[in-house]
């Protein structure tokens, strides 16, 4: 029987810290990112770029492992 896949693979895994925002500015996404396997690292400034990080991390890991 082959071995099972872990439910949650460490090559997914990003560490994600967000900035505290200044008491009455807009509510706001803004922090670091960083995806654990590679070392990668992204400051970011709204969701978008947050999201933007991880969909490309996610698909060179994807792309490595469909790699022969």
Known sequence: MAPSQPSLPSNRVFVVQFRT??????????????HLVSG??????????LLAFM???LAEVRHQT???
């Open 21 to 34: 925002q200044p008491p009455g500015a807009p509510a706001g996404y803004a922090g670091r990112v960083e």
């Open 40 to 49: 990668q690292v992204a400051c970011f400034h709204s969701l978008e770029e």
């Open 55 to 57: 969909m490309r991390v």
């Open 66 to 68: 469909d790699a022969p």
